[in-house]
């Protein structure tokens, strides 16, 4: 594999560098897609004080940051620690010498119990998805009020805080920004909240931005970050592959059905006799579900881990919209009931007006629409479309002229599958329907 090297940077990432060194603590604002992770690291080289800590979801802090430093040859020779397992093979890493540490959000309580009452041995902290700290009341957050303080390099990174967003903002910008002598925006979220919102409920549960508040604590913020543009428009998107993880029960479902040509879940039993039908429930198991009938009125859940993945990336957004493409309907309908927010072809115009997620089928989507003059740039392929056709004009819906941004298409596909023989079919421009049913009668 050849390694990029840091001339390869963007003018835009290398613009962020140069910022994030000045600041030493503060926020990187960028849109999934942008290339932030490998901004972050080479900033955090280039100030180095010691060892960091990169707090992640899991997995992110799994698939993404050790494959991302392997990437580049400035960044290949750091050491990556996973601060995950046992609590006794969590305190033998602990123990180790790394350069990076890589840890989820839910074990940092155990992390500050553990150095409780000594100095933390990390020089600067990179909070990959800052959002996962934006309330000052859970656990996590109370933790790290304090000791987060005495580390003097600090870098949060997330979209470009926007609607109810604005919110989570007090809590990013303490734990990248905040000092012992200062605490940025307001002395305390209770302060914040009073300063630029208001409550609308008599339980004072929903807070709302007053009016012009979401621009002023916008503008507030954007004191203690940077915000990363993505390249200037291109005509075309930027395709970003997204490497989901699935337990080893679940390859073992997808081995025994490739092979065996039947699967028995939740009691149900799968059948594919045929190479197409088989190709197509190898897909729906991907997917992390799978239809039982054949009048698909019915389906059984496999897995979560796309949708798992799929969140990280709502999370990511910070309230930009986002333009999610479904192949089967299940796709659509477990999404919805893990976030209800989701929106439907059927809410188009709410959607351009007000942002948000909108979920979508390709067929539905593919031509005429103009869905990025809401201001979207952003898109996800929950599962891709083996149409040539299909692929290029859900695409297209964004790419196109009048766009002001650069576009990004996030696929999300899980390795050594059926989804690596249609996302290259689909690179290369082929409609080559006998192969990709080959490919999943395959030994």
């Given at each position: 594999?050849?390694?990029?090297k ?29 290339g932030?992770?490998v901004?972050?690291a ?8 010691g ?12 698939l ?54 000594e ?25 790290l ?10 870098i ?14 007090w809590g ?8 012992h ?7 305390s ?16 549960r ?9 621009a ?8 203690y ?5 993505r390249?200037?428009a291109a005509?075309e998107?930027?395709?970003?592959p997204v ?9 073992r ?11 028995t879940?939740?009691?149900?039993e ?7 039908t088989?190709?197509?429930k ?7 579900a799978i ?16 949708a798992?993945a ?9 309230g ?19 976030y209800?927010d989701?929106?439907t ?18 067929e539905s989507?593919?031509?005429g629409l ?5 201001g979207?740039s ?5 599962t ?7 692929w ?10 009048g766009q ?24 290369s421009?082929?409609?080559?329907q006998?192969?990709?049913i ?6």
């Amino acid at each position: 594999m050849k390694l990029l090297k840091r001339a390869d940077l963007s003018t835009e990432q290398s613009n962020a560098v140069e910022a994030l060194t000045r600041m030493r603590r503060g926020n990187l604002w960028a849109k999934p897609g942008s290339g932030k992770t490998v901004v972050a690291a080479t900033a955090v080289t280039d100030m180095f004080e010691g060892p960091t800590l990169v707090v992640a979801t899991k997995r992110i802090a799994e698939l993404v940051w050790r494959q991302e430093l392997a990437l580049w040859e400035h960044l290949q020779h750091l050491e990556a620690a996973l601060l995950f397992g046992t609590p006794k093979q969590r305190d033998k890493i602990l123990a180790s010498s790394a350069d990076f540490y890589l840890i989820n959000y839910e074990l940092l309580p155990w992390l500050a119990d553990e150095l409780h009452g000594e100095p933390w041995p990390y020089r600067s902290i990179l909070f990959d998805e800052i959002s996962k700290l934006k309330w000052a009341g859970t656990r996590r957050f109370k933790k790290l009020r304090r000791p987060v303080l005495d580390i003097p390099v600090r870098i949060g990174m997330t979209g470009t805080p926007r609607g109810n967003a604005v919110m989570g903002v007090w809590g990013q910008t303490y734990m990248a920004a905040a000092t012992h002598e200062h605490v940025p925006l307001a002395p305390s979220m209770g302060h914040f909240k009073a300063k630029w919102f208001h409550p609308v409920d008599k339980e004072r549960r929903i807070w709302r931005p007053n009016t012009g508040g979401e621009a002023e604590v916008r503008a507030a913020a954007a004191k203690y970050a940077h915000s990363m543009p993505r390249s200037s428009a291109a005509p075309e998107a930027k395709v970003v592959p997204v490497s989901v993880s699935v337990p080893t029960s679940v390859r073992r479902q997808y081995a025994a059905l490739e092979a065996d040509l039947c699967l028995t879940v939740d009691g149900y039993e799968i059948l594919a006799p045929e190479a197409g039908t088989v190709r197509g429930k190898l897909l729906q198991l991907c997917s992390g579900a799978i239809y039982t009938n054949p009048d698909r009125s019915h389906y059984a859940n496999v897995h979560d881990a796309k949708a798992e993945a799929l969140g990280d990336i709502i999370d990511d957004m910070q309230g930009e919209p986002l333009l999610v493409f479904y192949r089967f309907r299940h796709e659509l309908e477990r999404m919805q009931a893990r976030y209800p927010d989701i929106m439907t072809i059927n809410d188009t115009d709410s959607w351009l007006k007000h942002g948000g997620i909108l979920m979508v089928h390709p067929e539905s989507a593919a031509h005429g629409l103009n869905l990025h003059v809401g201001g979207c740039s952003t898109s996800v392929w929950f599962t891709l479309p083996d149409s040539q056709e299909l692929w290029e004009q859900g695409n297209r819906r964004l790419a196109r002229k009048g766009q002001r941004e650069e576009v990004v298409a996030m696929v999300l596909a899980i390795q050594n599958t059926i989804e690596d023989t249609i996302a290259r079919n689909l690179a290369s421009h082929g409609k080559l329907q006998d192969e990709l049913i080959d490919a999943a009668t395959e030994d």
